[in-house]
């Protein structure tokens, strides 16, 4: 069957989609047919993936969106189901990133960063229920990372939201089988995104020596494209997954195998 225009004419809507893997995967899924909403809290960047997607030919619009509010996400698959119809497929990318010691985490750090990540991402997919059993089915990737699964020093809030999108992910699976939504997520590695180039300024290094000291830990010796994360998500969403549900893809450059 291949890839090739595997989302044609399916209803998708990206989280986070307005830089970095966000905006990977909704220009890729723009690409392969999928008519696109574009669910971005910062309206420029989410403004600027449409014309993307529009000047490859694509279609998509934007609504602005706060996935820790569930009127706003409301509102947004409101959106997508008068634009395109109901939604076909969820990818949750939108993530908020805090990391430090655990004496230095405030309680609004923990609620932040759980309240994108992890809240945020079953708001998503309870507004996004309706459409799916309408249609008879869907699919839900999630985006969680290899810190689901790794410790990391002073990474304490941010991994312990992303292992919890693994357990997420996995009981979703589980309790949404019934209605033949498929759920699964991918596990990025260290991956160049403007999330990457902020945490990298605030601890004072230097990027380009930066990039080159995380690509370390790659067995390929370099970090990855979101457009190698969009890949992976791509295929989740498509049915050459269509007996994938509660898995998780790490795509890492092989970082984590041992």
């Known amino acids: 069957m291949g890839l090739a225009n595997s989302l044609d004419g399916k209803s998708a809507g990206v989280t986070g989609s307005g830089n970095g893997i966000g ?3 909704a220009v890729r899924f723009a690409a392969e047919g999928a008519k696109v909403v574009v669910a971005e809290i910062e309206e420029d960047s989410g403004q600027e993936t449409v014309e993307l997607i529009r000047k490859g030919g694509g279609t998509a619009i934007f609504s602005r969106t ?11 698959m409101a959106a997508a189901n008068a634009a395109h119809g109901d939604v076909d497929l969820l990818v949750n990318n939108a993530a908020a990133f805090v990391f430090g010691k ?8 923990w609620a932040k960063v759980f309240g994108v990540n992890v809240i ?6 309870r507004e996004a229920l309706p459409s799916m059993r309408r249609k008879n089915g869907g699919a839900i990737v999630n985006i969680a990372s290899v810190s689901s699964f790794i410790a990391q020093p002073e990474f304490i809030p941010y991994n312990a939201s992303k292992g919890a999108v693994a357990q997420l992910t996995r009981c979703l699976a589980m309790d949404l089988s019934v209605d033949n939504i498929r759920v699964n997520a991918v596990c990025p590695g260290s991956i160049r995104t403007r999330a990457t180039d902020r945490h990298i300024a605030s601890l004072g290094l230097d990027p ?3 990039y080159l000291d995380f690509g ?14 969009a890949s992976g998500a791509l295929f989740l969403a498509s049915d050459e997954a ?8 790490v795509i890492d450059g ?3 195998i041992d």
């Open 254 to 256: 092989g970082a984590t």
């Open 23 to 25: 905006r990977a995967i």
């Open 216 to 229: 370390k830990d790659s067995l390929l010796k370099r970090m990855g494209k979101p457009e190698e994360i």
């Open 242 to 249: 269509s007996f994938m549900t509660g898995a998780q893809i």
């Open 120 to 125: 945020g991402y079953a708001n998503c997919v």
């Open 102 to 109: 655990v004496e230095d985490v405030t309680e609004a750090d």
């Open 208 to 210: 380009e020596e930066a």
């Open 66 to 76: 706060d996935t820790t509010d569930s009127d706003s996400v409301r509102a947004t």
